[in-house]
Antibody
Framework: QVHLQESGPGLVKPSQTLSLTCTVS??????????WSWVRQRPGKGLEFIGH???????DYNASLKSRVKISLDTSKNQFSLKVTSVTAADTAIYYC????????????????????????WGQGALVTVSS | DIQMTQSPSSLSASVGDRVTITCQAS??????LNWYQQKPGKAPKLLIS???NLETGVPSRFSGSGSGTDFSFTIRSLQPEDIATYYC?????????FGQGTRLAIE
């Protein structure tokens, strides 16, 4: 049973960089079957996909945050990380790391690259408040 | 981005009731839709994938159906532990997007 756990500062000042790490146990992040992702939830609001990273290091980010977000992978520690630069109060949220099951689709006989499918394991979430 | 619209935003029902939530996509997403349950203070939990596939360990009173743009999620006989917010999520097109959620309460 895979387990994910977020860690990092709970308070970040405006204009600074938010940094979180997700430690994965009970399974390896070195797998082609999954992407490793971040999702956030602003207070009292719904879920917002931030981005994901594959074992290969390939990343995909939501365009709404793309210019400020970076996700990286450390296979030696079985961890992946999130950085969000130039934060404002609007970035105050619970940040979840999640394992993203992938799917391979064949189109006209060609096996396409894996694509994101379903978030099947989640961390407990880390509340990050942006405030001076 | 594909917009996912859930209905209703909230509902109240009695133990034993049949409860249905709908989710409409702004464009055809075939069957590429999942449903999650989020209890207060907890992370979401995947209940149903690919519109109708029940995840391992999820009670059979939960079910999903639909394709194209219109989907539904049903709880056959509502239990007290089902109090939560439910979200649909599409993965047909990047970025992944979620519905706004349906908050379910017990009457």
């Amino acid at each position: 049973q895979v387990h994910l756990q977020e860690s990092g500062p709970g308070l970040v000042k405006p204009s600074q960089t938010l940094s979180l790490t997700c430690t994965v146990s009970g399974g390896s992040i070195s797998s082609d079957d999954y992407f490793w992702s971040w999702v956030r939830q602003r207070p009292g609001k719904g879920l917002e996909f931030i981005g994901h990273i594959a074992y290969s290091g390939d990343t995909d980010y939501n365009a709404s945050l793309k210019s400020r977000v970076k996700i990286s992978l450390d296979t030696s520690k079985n961890q992946f990380s999130l950085k969000v630069t130039s934060v404002t109060a609007a970035d105050t949220a619970i940040y979840y790391c999640a394992r993203l099951r992938t799917i391979r689709i064949t189109l006209f006989g060609e096996l396409l690259p894996p694509r994101a499918r379903a978030f099947d394991s989640w961390g407990q979430g880390a509340l990050v408040t942006v405030s001076s | 981005d594909i917009q996912m619209t859930q209905s209703p935003s909230s509902l109240s029902a009695s133990v034993g009731d049949r409860v249905t939530i709908t989710c409409q996509a702004s464009q055809d997403i075939t069957k590429y839709l999942n449903w999650y349950q989020q209890k207060p203070g907890k992370a979401p939990k995947l209940l149903i994938s690919d519109a109708s596939n029940l995840e391992t360990g999820v009670p059979s009173r939960f079910s999903g159906s639909g394709s194209g743009t219109d989907f539904s999620f049903t709880i056959r006989s509502l239990q007290p532990e089902d109090i939560a917010t439910y979200y649909c999520q599409q993965y047909d097109s990047f970025p992944i997007t979620f519905g706004q959620g349906t908050r379910l309460a017990i009457e």
